[in-house]
T-cell receptor, first 113, second 115 residues
């Protein structure tokens, strides 16, 4: 079974630009969550999508948005990039049953210059 | 809001020895899940072990075991017979029973294994 796939792996953007990151969950997993990892703030929850609906949202500005498609693939978008958005963005997928763990992708390393 | 605290930013252990990583959490919930994840230099988070709060028995996975103290809100990870491949950042994580898949992570503990 293929794991969680995140694309691209690395990305360099300029301040003010926007970026879209993609996450393909494990087949059959309907929940996709996004996390931002930085040395200063650690791992912070961005949002969760389940059956194309946002089910949970973390404490991030509206510049951060996401969506989920009918095949459970998810994208997150960051508009008007700031230097502080430089981070590792991790995607995790979870099956329907709640008493199980999340499976993570290898992340997208975003650098804003 | 739930919080997870890992008070040891760095730990080191000799190969084949035992090490314990600490984690405490704060919650008013009675039903929840706790996890230890490992993040090697490849950056991919890998589940090490999980514990359901309603289970009194401590979880064990081969060389990895936990000491879950619900009343004290403590969830430590013991790694026995440490191996070089255990070197990584370890994160303690909490998930509420009713919060979907949202995880709250601790700050992490960087584990070094010395040969």
């Amino acid at each position: 079974k293929a794991g969680v796939t995140q694309t691209p792996r690395y990305l360099i953007k300029t301040r003010g630009q926007q970026v879209t990151l993609s996450c393909s969950p494990i087949s059959g997993h309907r929940s996709v969550s996004w996390y931002q990892q930085t040395p200063g703030q650690g791992l912070q929850f961005l949002f969760e999508y389940f059956s194309e609906t946002q089910r949970n949202k973390g404490n991030f500005p509206g510049r951060f948005s996401g969506r989920q498609f009918s095949n459970s693939r998810s994208e997150m978008n960051v508009s008007t990039l700031e230097l502080g958005d430089s981070a590792l963005y991790l995607c995790a997928s979870t099956p329907l049953m709640m008493n199980t763990e999340a499976f993570f992708g290898q992340g997208t390393r975003l650098t804003v210059v | 809001a739930q919080t997870v605290t890992q008070s040891q930013p760095e730990m080191s252990v000799q190969e084949a020895e035992t090490v314990t990583l600490s984690c405490t959490y704060d919650t008013s919930e009675s039903d929840y899940y706790l996890f230890w994840y490992k993040q090697p230099p490849s950056r991919q988070m890998i589940l090490v072990i999980r514990q359901e709060a309603y289970k009194q028995q401590n979880a064990t996975e081969n060389r990895f075991s936990v000491n879950f103290q619900k009343a004290a809100k403590s969830f430590s990870l013991k790694i026995s017979d440490s191996q070089l491949g255990d070197a990584a950042m370890y994160f303690c994580a909490y998930r509420r029973e009713t919060s979907g898949s949202r995880l709250t992570f601790g700050e992490g503990t960087q584990l070094t294994v010395n040969p």
